[in-house]
């Protein structure tokens, strides 16, 4: 059933009516009932219409099937706040799990649930999978465990009759989160887990739905496998025996013919040698995306059987979401919106981070119409975290704004236990922090700013396998990807090196490539955005200049895309290795025709090497052949992006600098002056140069008239 709630570009469509998503989080178990209001109220003040909350699973059980909404700790009446927001005129987004980490212990699933083997996440040692956490580390839960959706949906069903009359019309509730920053609960390296045997039969029906026949497996895998008789589980043996076998045993040569899709057992450690090793490694980094993809499906089908149905749902990915295995084309099958959180100090790395994944984030939402979303932009941190000053999240909510976020989550906007830093303390009292957000809002609202659009003419795309690619080669064991990603380190940083017999280090030299168009399309200020998902993705719609890393390797139906886009004119450029396999390694039958990505009238080469000068010389003729815009700044090391309205025309300018030095910024504009939205200073355009003072590590907002 439909509720009158959609997701639109601009926000939620609720009723008709057009309301921008910019929200604010507040923990209502965390707080006395008596300060709800005076909480409510104070998030309000902030200019936010809608109110964000977690209803966390372990905080509302009692026992086995025993629940308390606020029949003897008024703290979990979850339904009295809901009428409150309400009254109040505020929507809701829910949250109910079953993850919600919110620095809860065990992130807020009952300890008898993390506890109970039959739940547990394996590693490829039959062992539970453990995550180093304070107060105290805990075994992950499989999100294949059949045990674990039960409980789950055990869950579900006891809050079903305490929240379904609180969603939209009849009450505040107009938007779902399933789950939380689903990235096998950060223990997601690509041989760390699951090897839980509802996981290995699960992975054993995704190999046939990929490859139909045992006689298509067996080509697939036929250069090496496991070697018989230990090539998978022998009969009457369960999986866990399996993996006891295979850890740690080296591995023979083989043709294939053994295996069998109803005994075939994952890798459990990277072990490639040649580039046709590749394909069982890449399988099991995509079944992995696949695993998450059925969870998500399975929680939101739980929680609508329970009657929580007929709203729109999202799902949040944490910081380092490409190395992780979400897969946001996968995941936008079984939820409505996938949007991302963000916790960073000021700095040029995270200027850099935080491009790549809002750029990468805002095309993919213009393409499907859907509004580019932070479900939790920090403000403050906790306690057992590295801190953030108030600047660190001004910085940051700003630069994503500036790179195309269209609305955002003030995580927290009110203070709680295990917290630092939020705009608002436990009892609804502002805090100096307030006024930033609060003049933020009034200047998103003057500008109509989730209404603009940020153009990008440039994309630069990492095709799912590499990232697949990545996963797999990464060369720090349970210190997962996310790690370096999150400091702004790529592949070159922290992937083995090995050459597997093509005289080349896989991934390095692509990650050194992006970096060099990064850097050579920064210098010159010309708009571009990140792509990354599935071989079809309509995030490339739209572009004038496809710039697309492989390290050798690229699937059919991507090269058939970029061929596509080649004959309506698009520059295609691709490095720095001609793509001699698929997307799973495997040796083409014919090479691709790379004269077909050359676009008419184009004389740009359509491959260039891991080559900085080449790079920059490549942006030097695009500009010129293709026009493209440029909003270079000086000095070094100062950014701008440009949003513009529906008709085209200019309307708000960002300047960054997040640097360390106090600088005047220089920018080429079309327009006749500049007003600060957030402090009011004027400045005028003379001979088309504006002219700004950035403070250190901070943004400007300007409105162009």
């Known amino acids: 059933m439909s509720r009158g709630v959609r997701l639109v570009p601009g926000g939620l469509e609720i009723g008709g009516k057009l309301v921008p998503l910019y929200a604010g989080s507040l923990h209502y178990w965390r707080l006395d009932p008596t300060d709800w209001r005076a909480c409510l109220e104070a998030t309000r003040a902030l200019g936010l219409r809608l109110v964000d909350i977690y209803v966390p699973w372990a905080v509302h059980e009692t026992g086995p099937g025993q629940f308390d909404f606020g029949e003897t700790d008024l703290r979990r009446d979850v339904g009295a706040f809901l009428r409150l927001a309400h009254e109040l005129g505020f ?38 999978v453990v995550l180093p956490m304070l107060p105290y580390g805990f075994p992950v839960p499989s999100y294949a465990s059949d045990a674990f959706h039960d409980e789950v949906a055990r869950y579900f069903h006891a809050l079903g009759p305490v929240l379904r009359p609180h969603l939209y019309p009849d009450g505040p509730i107009v938007l779902l989160q399933i789950d939380n920053e689903g990235a096998l609960y950060f223990r997601d390296g690509a041989y760390d887990q699951d090897y839980h045997p509802d996981a290995i039969t699960l992975y054993r029906d995704f190999l046939r739905q990929k490859y139909r026949t045992i006689e298509a497996l067996q080509r697939a895998y036929a250069r090496r496998a496991e070697a018989p008789p230990e090539s998978g589980a022998s009969a009457g043996e369960d999986a866990g025996a399996a993996l006891r076998r295979v850890v740690g045993r ?57 009657g929580i149905d007929g709203l729109p749902t999202m ?99 009110v203070e709680r236990d295990r917290w630092i830093g939020a705009p608002i303390d436990p009892h609804g009292r502002p805090r100096p922090f307030a006024a930033f957000w609060q003049k933020l809002s009034a200047a998103l609202e003057a500008t109509g700013f989730h209404a603009l659009r940020r153009p990008a003419p440039v994309r630069i795309v990492t095709p799912r396998a590499e990232r697949r690619l990545t996963r797999v080669m990464h060369a720090f064991g349970p210190l997962t990807g996310a790690f370096f990603s999150i400091m702004s380190f790529g592949a070159r940083d922290r992937c083995v090196e090995d050459d597997l017999g093509l005289g080349y280090p896989l991934t390095v030299e692509s990650d050194t490539f992006v970096r060099a168009f990064e850097e050579a399309l920064d210098a010159r200020g010309v708009p571009y955005a990140h792509v990354g998902g599935e071989d079809r993705d309509a995030s490339l719609e739209g572009a004038r200049w496809i710039i697309c890393a492989t390290s050798g390797g690229l699937s059919p139906a991507l090269v058939e895309q970029l061929e596509a886009a080649a004959g309506q004119g698009t520059l295609i450029t691709l490095g720095p290795r001609e793509p001699a396999f698929d997307g799973a390694f495997r040796p083409l039958a014919r090479p691709y025709d790379l004269d077909r990505l050359r676009a008419p009238a184009q004389h740009m080469p359509a491959l260039l090497h891991d080559d900085p000068a080449a790079a920059d010389a490549a942006v030097s003729r695009a500009i010129d052949a293709l026009g493209l815009p440029t909003f270079a700044c000086d000095p070094d090391g100062v950014f701008a992006t440009l949003h513009e309205d529906a008709s085209g025309a200019p309307r708000v300018l960002f300047l960054l600098n997040p640097g360390d030095a106090d600088v005047v910024a220089r920018v080429t504009v079309s327009a006749a002056r500049a007003i600060d939205l957030l402090d009011d200073a004027r400045f005028e355009v003379r001979r088309g140069v504006l002219e700004v003072r950035l403070m250190p590590r901070t943004v400007r907002m300007l409105a162009l008239e």
Not at 278 to 306: I, P, V
Request: aromatic fraction near 10%.
């Open 250 to 306: 080296e591995r023979a040569p083989l043709d294939g013919g053994d295996l069998k899709f109803a005994t075939i057992m994952p890798p459990v450690a990277f072990d490639a040698e040649a580039p046709s090793d590749l394909a069982r490694h890449l399988d099991w980094s995509e079944f992995h995306e696949h695993l998450l993809e059925t969870a998500m499906g399975r929680f939101a089908k739980a929680l609508s059987a329970a």
């Open 91 to 128: 929507y809701v987004i829910a949250r109910p799990g079953p993850h919600i980490n919110a620095e809860l212990t065990c992130f807020g699933i009952p300890e008898r649930v993390i506890w109970d083997p039959s739940c547990q996440a394996r590693s490829p040692r039959n062992n539970p």
């Open 315 to 413: 799902h949040n990915f944490p910081m380092g979401q490409e190395t992780t295995p979400l897969n946001a084309a996968r995941i936008s099958r079984v939820v409505d919106l996938v949007g991302l959180d963000y916790y960073s100090i000021a700095s040029p790395s995270s200027r850099a981070m935080i491009a790549r994944r809002t750029s990468e984030l805002a095309v993919r939402c213009e393409a499907l119409a859907l509004p580019p979303f932070a479900c939790e932009m920090g403000a403050g941190f906790p306690p057992f975290f590295p801190p953030l000053e108030e600047r660190d999240s001004a910085f940051v909510v700003m630069a994503a704004l500036a790179y195309g976020l269209r609305g955002y989550n003030v995580y927290m906007a």
